[in-house]
């Protein structure tokens, strides 16, 4: 038996799960927030118990201090020694990582340079990376890729119809995103299906950033991101796709310049920007179904109508589809959406909700379709930390 800390670090958070392994017991997770503003927050729940601390964090070598110093007074461990290994979620690996690796200084510079794509992650997962490297010194780490499972598609699937010099001296591309949830939940779902040899099964991770991907015979074959976290489906705050030239256009319009625009395309569009209520699903459902706000119908009946565009997509890429699966803060509960995507897919798929099942709140995998689906439909909690404690061991040969 060992311990692997699972580590996903933030711009201003840090998200952390103990994981015993190889039986995937979670013995403590939590989250430290507020990282570098002027009051932080951190909460670890052990035990059925929850501990919970305010006090200023300055930055992500604070917040892995405290939470080192946490684990030991709360006697979540005896002593520090006890963990045996590091996994920490990397959100961009480019082209050069097709899997999860063993962290050198080679891989450490190459992150750092992959931080143009992803400036708001890459750079904090190095720091959250080397609080942990200094803070336990004996410790091997593994870096786990968003990107990785994405390395699959081929080229039709993810060059841009650009002048192909664009991809061969800057590498432009569809990289893709949330690759370790898709991994997770697609694995999930072929155990549900009865684990096949052949399987298609349609991933829809939905929460404030928000991919689709299609997943044949285990290996994803299409995905909704693109270049960066920013393309594909509608989000919470993120547009999605839009036409290229509204981004000059808006730039004449409103005397802004591209970086304000795709700020604007970034931080204030998406449910927000449609709802002009908020970029929280449960927000908007409340103004629907409370007051019958009709930008809050606006907004769920867009933001259904593109994410069933993509699977109807996906669908005829795999010629069929044996499972679409729900997963993140949106797809795992908010059961209207899912009515309206469904819906949407319902004459063409030959796919039909169970109305009850999909009423049910629960943390547990579960099918939602009902018994004159030619499709599955589930609802599959994703669990990024343990795919990352799983390939952490797997690396280290633990």
């Known amino acids: 038996m060992v311990k692997v800390m699972a580590i996903n670090a933030g711009s201003s958070s840090l998200k952390f799960q103990l994981i015993n392994m190889p039986s995937e017991e979670v013995i403590t997770s939590g989250i430290v927030e507020r990282i570098g503003l002027e009051q932080g927050n951190f909460e670890m729940k052990y035990n059925g118990e929850k501990y919970t601390k305010e006090c200023p964090i300055k930055d992500h070598s604070v917040a892995v201090q405290l939470l080192l110093e946490a684990l030991v007074d709360q006697k979540v461990v005896n002593s520090l020694d006890e963990i045996d290994a590091c996994g920490h979620r990397i959100v961009h690996g480019g082209e050069y990582f097709s899997d ?26 190095i720091i959250g990376y080397n609080a942990f490297k200094e803070a336990l010194p004996g410790v091997e780490h593994v ?57 298609r099964i349609i991933v829809c991770h939905l929460g404030n950033g928000a991919s689709i991907s299609a997943v044949q015979d285990g290996v994803c074959i299409d995905t909704s991101m693109g270049f960066t976290p920013l393309a594909g489906v509608m989000m919470g705050t993120r547009c999605g796709d ?24 970034n931080k204030k569009s998406g449910m927000l920007g449609i709802s002009g209520i908020s ?9 629907l179904f409370k007051d019958g706000d009709e930008r809050a119908l606006l907004t769920s009946l867009l933001y259904a109508r593109i994410v069933s565009k993509y699977i109807g997509s996906y669908f005829v890429e795999m010629g069929g589809v ?12 908010a059961a209207y959406l899912r009515r309206l995507i469904i819906d949407n ?16 709140r629960s943390k547990e995998n579960r099918v939602i379709s009902n018994q004159f689906s030619q499709v599955e439909v589930y609802v599959i909690p994703t669990n990024e930390e343990v795919m990352i404690a799983r390939d952490t061991v797997n690396i280290l040969g633990l």
């Open 242 to 265: 839009v036409d290229p030239s509204i981004m000059p256009y808006l730039c004449k319009k409103l005397n802004k310049t591209p970086d304000e625009v795709l700020d604007i395309y």
């Open 279 to 287: 970029s929280d699903s449960r927000d908007i459902e409340n103004a």
């Open 100 to 125: 999860s690796v063993k962290v050198d200084d080679d891989v450490v510079r190459k992150v750092e340079e992959l931080a143009e794509l992803a400036p708001l992650h890459n750079p904090a997962h």
């Open 143 to 199: 870096f786990v890729f968003d990107t990785a499972f994405h390395q699959t598609l081929d080229r039709e699937r993810y060059l841009y119809p650009l002048p192909l010099e664009y991809y061969e001296d800057l590498k432009v591309r569809k990289y893709g995103a949330h690759g370790t949830s898709h991994k997770y939940v697609s694995q999930v779902a072929n155990e549900m299906l009865g684990n096949p040899k052949h399987s």
């Open 322 to 333: 044996d499972a679409i699966a729900f997963t993140a803060g949106v797809g795992e509960n």
């Open 345 to 360: 897919i319902s004459r063409a798929l030959g796919v039909f909700l169970d109305e009850k099942a999909n009423e049910v």
